[in-house]
Structure formats: C-alpha cells, structure tokens
C-alpha cells in the first residue's frame, strides 16, 4: 500500500486501514510522521473541499489571480 495507494484509500475507505496496512508503509521507509501528515493533508483537503461546495465558493481563475496580483505590485 505505498505512495498514492495509501493516500486513495485514507479517502476512500479510511476504516479499512490497520495495523498491517501501517506497518507496510513502516517496511517501505515511512515513518510515523510521514504516515501520520498524509492523513492529515488527505482530510485537510476533504474538509476544505466540502467546505466551499457548502459555501459556493470557487477558486478564482488563473488569468484573474495573476492579473490581481500583478495590480497589487504597481
């Protein structure tokens, strides 16, 4: 279960990680930390999705956000 695998499955079905499923991300060079960010960076972004869809809100436009940004320096 490395990489991106673990990351889908925080996602998808985050009851079914164990024990087993951690201590293959520990065979394969991760550490606690490292397993313990990816899950946290993996509901931060749940959360923060949901969150705008329930407000409305939408990321601006990349033209927009460098046009405003270019604005705020003259």
Do not use: C, Y
Not at 5 to 25: F, M, N, W
Not at 27 to 49: C, E, F, K, M, Y
Request: charged content about 20%; cysteine-free.
């Amino acid at each position: 279960m490395p990489g991106g695998t673990h990351a889908g499955r925080v996602l998808a079905e985050p009851a079914s990680i164990g024990d087993k499923d951690v201590a293959e991300l520990r065979g394969h060079g991760w550490s606690d930390r490292i397993i313990a960010d990816t899950v946290g960076l993996v509901t931060l972004n749940l959360l923060t999705g949901s969150f705008n869809l329930v407000a409305g809100l939408e990321p601006a436009p990349a033209e927009q956000s460098t046009k405003e940004k270019t604005a705020h320096v003259h």
